[in-house]
């Protein structure tokens, strides 16, 4: 009997024991799914894409042009990139884009860290780091599977690069015209360099998108310091103190051309900048034809400085007035040959300073793709470039060197190889 009461006395109480702990699991069951449901919409609200190229370069100078030389360079262009997209509802996201570059021995940077609103279907904005609209392919400059070459022409992409991105924001109105889409971009913003700090960058660009087709134009305005100690020095050996605030400008205009078996590309761009600094006029045309996974493709690619004779031994000597005392250009080319240091100075000084900025190069660029599937492409390029007597894209110290012993190079020939993806 009494354990038949004990029994009967706890029953109560396992019941609602019993009660307690299903109610326990059902809303622990409740919110697992709550979370599962969390992570489902956190997944679809994040969007990760990457991007790699993976290259061999060789040229057949022993004078690097364009970072390359004799001997086989595995890092210049080769880099792998992260993009990572959350959408925060459907008008707001935040975009961030690491890269890790094989000349810059694979350390990451954050290219790309913006925020982006949408306005309205037309209309948005990105305030943070964002890429420089410079030129028809900015976009594009890293995601070498989305271009035709293995190496993008450097003679026109090559002059901007240190400023591919800039701090700041941009404006974008689209609107559709019949079955076609203009687009007009506004950007401000700051940019800089080991040698150049971009400062007020102001630019304006249009883009006419049709089927088989597109157009764009840009203009940009800029106020230029010189910060490198080096570069202060060469400009100041033409009596110039002008070292910050200066003018800069930059204009674009391209086309592209893609109905399916024919690729072509063009683009004209020109740099202004006031005092010594290079002002240079720079087109590329591409012409490929697609035959299945196989595209060749010819580049004709020409750069010209418009401004050498503002670079001249004669100019540094008619403005810079402690030069004087060597009473002309000959006084000052006999006084360094005969061992003055000051006179040997200014002379190397000058070379190197044209060597970096002088222009006169012509390429012819062929290339072959092969989309190895779909994501990825093997691509081979040869590139027979002439350099006219100047250097250009030939590294300035080293060119300068060699053209003291009259030794310089006037032209490369450059293999490249890459294989390029996206993921």
């Known amino acids: 009997m009494a354990m038949k009461r004990i029994v009967c006395a706890a029953l109560p109480l396992l019941l609602t024991a019993l009660s307690t702990q299903a109610v ?15 992570i ?38 080769s880099k792998v990139g992260l993009q990572m997209s959350f959408k925060i509802d459907d008008d707001n996201s935040v975009v961030t884009q690491l890269v890790s570059r094989g000349e810059n021995e694979w ?6 860290v913006y925020f982006k609103h949408q306005f309205s279907n037309n209309f948005s904005m990105k305030a943070g780091r964002i890429r420089t609209p410079a030129y028809m392919l900015s976009e594009y400059l890293d995601i070498g599977y989305a271009v035709p070459w293995a190496q993008m022409p450097a003679e026109t992409y090559a002059a901007l690069s240190p400023f591919s991105n800039m701090d700041g924001f ?63 020095g060469a400009i100041g050996l033409y009596g110039s103190n002008e070292l910050t605030g200066i003018t800069g400008t930059f204009t674009s205009a391209g086309v592209t ?17 006031d005092e010594q600094l290079a002002d240079i006029d720079a087109v590329y045309a591409t012409f490929g034809y697609r035959i299945g996974r196989w595209m060749p493709a010819l580049t004709y690619a020409i750069a010209e400085s418009q401004d050498d004779k503002e670079r001249t031994l004669q100019a540094a ?3 810079n007035s402690s030069l004087a005392p060597f009473g002309s ?9 005969g061992g003055n240091a000051t006179a040997q100075q200014v002379i190397g000084g000058v070379q190197t300073f044209q060597a970096g900025n002088n222009y006169d190069t012509n390429r012819i660029g062929l290339s072959l793709r092969y989309d190895m599937m779909a994501g990825t492409a093997l691509k081979v390029q040869y590139d027979i470039i002439d350099a006219g007597d100047v250097g250009g894209l030939f590294t300035s110290a080293d060119y300068a060197t060699a053209q003291a012993a009259n030794n310089e190079p006037d032209s490369v020939n450059m293999l490249t190889v890459s294989i390029d993806t996206v993921f």
């Not at 040698?195 to 597109?214: C, E, H």
């Open 24 to 38: 326990t699991l059902e809303q622990l069951n409740q919110q697992v799914q709550q979370i599962n449901k969390r």
């Open 40 to 77: 489902s919409e956190q997944g679809n609200k994040l969007r990760i894409n990457g991007f790699a190229s993976l290259s061999a370069a060789i040229s057949d100078e022993e004078v690097k042009y364009n970072d390359v030389n004799d001997e086989v360079n595995f890092n210049r262009f």
């Open 107 to 112: 350390n990451t940077k954050a290219e790309w």
């Open 170 to 232: 941009d404006l974008t109105y689209g609107t559709d015209i019949g079955d076609n889409l203009l687009s007009v971009q506004f950007a401000y913003g700051q940019s800089s360099s080991e040698s150049f700090a971009l400062n007020d960058i102001l630019s304006l660009s249009s883009t006419f998108q049709a089927d088989t087709w597109s157009a764009r134009v840009a203009y940009a305005i800029s106020s230029l310091d010189v910060v490198d100690a080096t570069l202060q």
């Open 257 to 273: 051309y893609d109905p399916g078996n024919i690729y072509f590309t063009t683009e004209y761009t020109q740099i202004e900048v």
């Open 317 to 319: 000597f008619d403005n």
């Open 329 to 337: 250009v000959a006084g000052l080319q006999a006084a360094a040959a």
